[in-house]
């Protein structure tokens, strides 16, 4: 199985700042990965597909790129609803897999 | 607009059969992939299978001996069973719906909608 290693494990930011999220596949899977936000005791919500397409409905301040092995999720001006858990997840080969998380915390 | 919601025991004893349920609501069941996907406490998250409904599946490798997927399109529904289940397999397990590819050549495996999640409790 695809292993995905997500960094940092958790982060403090401020409302306002810049944030930025990694994921390394451990091995190439071209652009199929994707970005969901789970907050507590909710169901996660896709954000990005295809390693940069924005899902409908999600604000432009998330955006998404990379390929290969290499990927990060960028949030431009971090809002008050965008502390959370993150999560990467690959569907470029089965079994999919998901990275371990990232908690984006208040500061 | 579609909805997902799961259904069944909260509470499963040890060697025995989990048995869920996930009813779509405000769409049709017909011409998408539906998968179910786990989340122990605290812990990330984990793929378990999918289904088309056609009734085609896939299940992760590391479960497929114990689980069945299943699908009811004149109930709108899908259900999940995994047997001998142990204290390792209680969780938090959600429905939820894959994005159907833009292209031809774009590869399923995004998924768009998800259930709210029923916590399940493997104990005696």
């Known amino acids: 199985a695809i292993r995905i290693t997500q960094s940092p494990s958790s982060l403090s930011a401020s409302t306002g700042d810049r944030v930025t999220i990694t994921c390394r596949a451990s091995?190439?899977?071209?652009?199929?990965l994707a970005w969901y936000q789970q907050k507590p005791g909710k169901a996660p919500k896709l954000l990005i597909y295809?390693?940069?397409t924005l899902q409908s409905g999600v604000p432009s301040r998330f955006s998404g790129s990379g390929s290969g092995t290499d990927f990060t999720l960028t949030i431009s001006c971090l809002q008050s609803e965008d502390f959370a858990t993150y999560y990467c997840?690959?569907?470029?080969?089965?079994?999919?897999?998901f990275g371990q998380g990232t908690k984006v915390e208040i500061k | 607009q579609v909805q997902l919601q799961e259904s069944g025991p909260g509470l499963v004893k040890p060697s025995e059969t989990l048995s869920l349920t996930c009813t779509v609501s405000?769409?049709?069941?017909?011409?998408?992939?539906w998968s179910w996907i786990r989340q122990p406490p605290g812990k990330g998250l984990e793929w378990i299978g999918y289904?088309?409904?056609?009734?085609?599946?896939n299940y992760n490798p590391s479960l497929k001996s114990r689980v069945t997927i299943s699908v009811d399109t004149s109930k709108n529904q899908f259900s999940l069973k995994l047997s001998s289940v142990t204290a390792a397999d209680t969780a938090v397990y959600y429905c939820?719906?894959?994005?159907?590819?833009?292209?031809?050549?774009?590869?399923?495996?995004?998924?768009?909608?998800w259930g709210q999640g029923t916590m399940v409790t493997v104990s005696s």
């Open positions: 405000g769409g049709s069941i017909s011409s998408y992939y």
């Open positions: 091995q190439g899977i071209s652009s199929y």
């Open positions: 997840q690959q569907y470029y080969s089965y079994p999919w897999t």
């Open positions: 939820a719906r894959l994005k159907t590819p833009l292209t031809v050549a774009a590869r399923l495996g995004a998924f768009d909608i």
């Open positions: 295809a390693a940069s």
């Open positions: 289904i088309y409904y056609s009734g085609s599946t």
